[in-house]
């Protein structure tokens, strides 16, 4: 599950993108032209940018270039009809990871996007600081401690455990992968809960206290942000 920005201004393909990308239960956030991608990148950071590249106000090409200028590790996909080796070679030089010559099958579709969540992954774990992302082993961490998702616990740095239900391992689980963001609730409605089951606002700040009760030794590790969600990290 992943949040995907997709910029296309063709109506058509921006709805059918984000019927299948959905459907793979990632969270995708649409808009229709270049300036529209670099707000919503700026606002919040995905875990993947899909770009158009003949594109209002902007192009894609200019948008990759800019959101790399800034953020060197950020997957993206180019989209685009132009199928010239010129043009590739223009997407690539851009900063793109990939590009993919419409029309398609959304089955190479997917199996590009999944290759470019992949390596954005593989770039951003490996053990990164206790607060936020996976541990060498490959289990989240939030502060001071583990989740183990296998068995769905809560790990104390002393060994103690403390049970979680499934849910709370998903909801734990995906802020980690996250760590550094501000985690919208909707994100967390569609990443974590079964598909048509969209609970109310208050039902995730319910399953927030809980978790944090479950964390005496971190009590700030998930910070809310008024308005907006939560955070890790």
């Known amino acids: 599950m992943a949040d995907i920005l997709v910029a296309d201004d063709d109506a058509s393909i921006r709805d059918a993108l984000e019927m299948f990308l959905a459907g793979e239960h990632h969270a995708v956030r649409l808009v229709a032209d270049g300036e529209a ?32 200028a800034s953020d060197p590790l950020l997957p993206i996909i180019l989209l685009t009809a132009k199928g010239a080796d010129q043009d590739k ?47 060498a082993a490959g289990e989240p961490r939030i502060g001071v401690y583990t989740v183990r998702r296998d ?23 995906y802020l980690a992968a996250r760590a550094g963001e501000t985690v919208a609730k909707e994100d967390m409605f569609l990443a974590c809960w079964p598909e048509g089951h969209r609970p109310v606002s208050r039902t995730l700040d319910v399953f927030m206290s809980a978790l944090r009760r479950k964390m005496p030794l971190a009590p700030d590790a998930i910070r809310t942000v008024r308005g907006i969600g939560y955070r890790v990290g």
């Open 37 to 68: 991608a670099l707000a919503a990148w700026r606002e919040r950071r995905p875990q993947l940018v899909i770009l158009d590249v003949m594109m209002p106000k902007k192009s894609g090409w200019d948008v990759c270039r800019e959101i790399r």
């Open 89 to 135: 070679v223009i997407g690539l030089g851009s900063g793109a990871d990939d590009y993919i010559v419409k029309p398609f099958s959304l089955a190479e579709f997917l199996a590009r996007v999944n290759a470019a969540l992949r390596r954005g992954k593989a770039i951003a774990g490996g053990g990164a600081a206790a607060g936020g992302a996976d541990t």
């Open 151 to 173: 068995r769905h616990a809560l790990v104390a740095p002393d060994g103690s455990e403390t049970e979680l239900t499934r849910l709370e391992t998903k909801l734990l689980s």
